[in-house]
């Protein structure tokens, strides 16, 4: 019997053995009732502690039984997209045989899809891997563990290697990553620091955007957003936000949801004016600061890791892009004049 869950870049597998089963390695008996993949994969995954028999972690020469229940965590298959291998510039922060953390620009998409087969962050590294390979031989090529939105920027990490992106996986799944964004929102949040619990998943009514449910509904999966102000500016603040689990579009939708949307995100309502006053020089400063940036403001700024190899605690932290650290100003500038005016 089987059942699968998928979540962003992973599929986790449950299994119940038959009762009728005869003892066979797990690694062989995966391979039988998991498509595309391969021995070795089930085999990394053993490796990084991703396969569970009845709530234990189990290598690959593991004999399953029967009525064992096996629980596998896996990175969804290679697509079969053609990547064309492009020259694209790369902000790289750091880069190993087993990893490389690349500080992405805003508007570069990180993977191939409908509508967007070049120009990707998975276009460009499979540029820079050219002519490399891994320990045994094979062409090194991007695997990735997370996703960034197209125009958030920001840091992220990639794998180079199988075990190296199964091992991160794990770290993924176990919510020990360590992922620290900012954001500009709408309003003046009333507390210092909160927690933002909902469940998130497609639109019922658009399936292009995603929306938040309660707890107890059938839709969504279960997220979490913890956040701080950083910066308070009147109609507007700077808050840090760390992800316990990772969603598609969480930040955004978890702080919409609150009522506190981004600024200038135009899919969920921040690129209207939602706080400030009537008076056309408050307009138009708004309006110049959505000139100064085309986006949402949101940035992927601490990224921390086990590294899969090593197991020393790599930490890294980047700037916000320039358009992001130009709004800021203004928006310094402006809160400056208010006080003034209100002594």
């Not at 276009?123 to 997370?146: C, D, M």
């Not at 949402?296 to 899969?308: D, N, Y």
């Amino acid at each position: 019997m089987q059942t699968e869950e998928k979540d962003e870049l992973y599929e986790h597998f449950k299994f119940t053995v038959d009762r009728g089963q005869e003892l066979m390695r797990i690694d062989k008996y995966l391979l039988n009732l998991i498509q595309n993949t391969s021995r070795n994969k089930i085999q990394n995954a053993a490796k990084a502690g991703c396969i569970f028999v009845n709530g234990t972690p189990e290598k690959q020469n593991y004999k399953v039984k029967p009525e064992d229940k096996i629980a596998i965590l896996m990175p969804y298959p290679h697509r079969e997209i053609e990547i064309i291998a492009e020259d694209i510039p790369l902000d790289v922060a750091y880069e190993d045989e087993d990893v490389i953390v690349i500080n992405k620009s805003a508007g570069l998409v990180v993977h191939p899809a409908f509508g967007n087969y070049t120009g990707t962050l998975v276009n460009a590294l499979t540029y820079r891997f050219q002519g490399q390979t891994t320990k045994s031989g094979e062409p090194i090529r991007p695997l990735l563990v997370h996703r960034i939105d197209k125009n958030t920027s920001g840091i992220m990490i990639v794998a180079k290697n199988d075990e190296a992106q199964m091992k991160i996986a794990r770290e993924f799944f176990d919510h020990t990553i360590i992922r620290k964004y900012w954001a500009l929102v709408w309003g003046n949040l009333e507390e210092e620091s909160g927690t933002i619990i909902a469940k998130v998943g497609r639109n019922l009514k658009d399936r292009l955007v995603m929306a938040t449910f309660p707890d107890d509904s059938e839709h969504g999966k279960r997220a979490i957003t913890h956040w701080k102000v950083l910066e308070r500016f009147g109609y507007v603040t700077l808050i840090e936000c760390q992800l316990e689990t990772g969603r598609t579009h969480q930040i955004r939708i978890h702080l919409k949801s609150i009522g506190h949307p981004l600024f200038n995100d135009e899919i969920y309502g921040g690129d209207q004016i939602i706080k400030g006053t009537t008076f056309t020089k408050y307009k138009q400063f708004v309006k110049n600061c959505f000139e100064l940036m085309h986006r949402q403001a949101l940035h992927a700024k601490q990224l921390g890791f086990i590294h899969p190899s090593t197991g020393e605690s790599m930490f890294f932290d980047s700037e916000p892009a320039d358009d992001f650290k130009a709004v800021l100003e203004k928006w310094r500038g402006y809160a400056q004049q208010i006080k003034k005016i209100d002594y």
